[in-house]
């Protein structure tokens, strides 16, 4: 059966709409998504491909993840910058996960629901593109990150890699620490969000070794077993 959700849900994630077929990747194609964690989905979240495919003269992309608590939501953000300085956006969101009622209670095609990614797409103009450039400039999003900075899946965090003229870059922010006060490009993109999915804004929270849920109530709901990122230098370590 994980074959079969890494499978139907990889042919999701890559399906685009004309809109922005000029800008389609098919590095989501290998996004897995069981119950819990997919090493597919560390590499997507590391950027593995933009990194590997990030030499002169190749495209200047932008993937940013905001991970929102793992078992309530995460959304990502592709950005594909174009030559005439206009980008396409592609984005996606992943909602409660964590909950395995959704998959018992389910028959049919329905059982996958969980896993599928809600997706939206725009095309930005120039000036839309130049403000939100520099916004993540004001933001270091280029890098390089703190090293050793750890993201829990539990916790409030972005990440973003890219590549951009040939030069790859990796930047990490983990709320509510010092570095999330920097992010200032988060309104912007989730003004451009038109997935209809109302966006999990950081809280206040307790410490996230205080909330891996090994409570009888959590195992038996599937939120047992967590993850955790750690960022080296220039990128995620290596897993």
């Known amino acids: 059966m994980r074959v079969s959700f890494a499978s139907v849900i990889g042919v999701a994630l ?3 709409t004309s809109a922005t077929d000029a800008f389609a990747q098919r590095a ?4 897995d998504m069981p119950v819990v964690r997919s090493l597919n989905w560390f590499g ?3 950027g593995d491909d933009i990194r590997a495919a990030c030499t002169p003269g190749g495209r200047n992309r932008i993937r940013l993840v905001y991970n929102a608590l793992w078992e309530e939501q995460v959304r990502t953000y592709e950005i594909f910058l174009q030559p005439d300085g206009t980008a396409g956006l592609n984005i996606g969101v992943l ?4 909950d395995l009622t959704n998959i018992l209670a389910s028959s049919g095609t329905d059982v996958l629901n969980p896993w599928r990614m809600k997706k939206g797409e725009r095309l930005l103009d120039a000036g ?3 403000d939100l450039m520099g916004l993540l400039q004001a933001s270091a999003a280029f890098g390089p990150p703190r090293d050793g900075l750890r993201l829990p899946d539990n916790d409030f965090w972005w990440t973003v890699a890219s590549c951009r003229n040939g030069v790859w870059g990796f930047q990490a922010y983990h709320y509510p620490t010092d570095g999330f006060a920097n992010v200032k490009f988060a309104e912007k993109l989730f003004a451009l969000d038109n997935v209809k999915i109302p966006v999990n ?7 996230a070794e205080f909330r891996r849920g090994f409570d009888s109530k ?5 939120q047992g077993n967590h993850w955790m990122l750690v960022v080296g230098k220039d990128g995620l370590q290596p897993r």
Do not use: F
Not at 28 to 31: G, I, K, L, P, Y
Not at 218 to 222: A, F, H, I, K, L
């Open 44 to 46: 997507y979240v590391g």
């Open 14 to 16: 890559a399906a685009l």
């Open 128 to 130: 839309e593109t130049r």
């Open 95 to 98: 909602a409660d996960q964590g």
């Open 218 to 222: 959590s195992v038996q709901r599937g």
């Open 201 to 207: 804004r950081p809280r206040k929270l307790e410490p």
């Open 28 to 31: 989501d194609r290998n996004v």
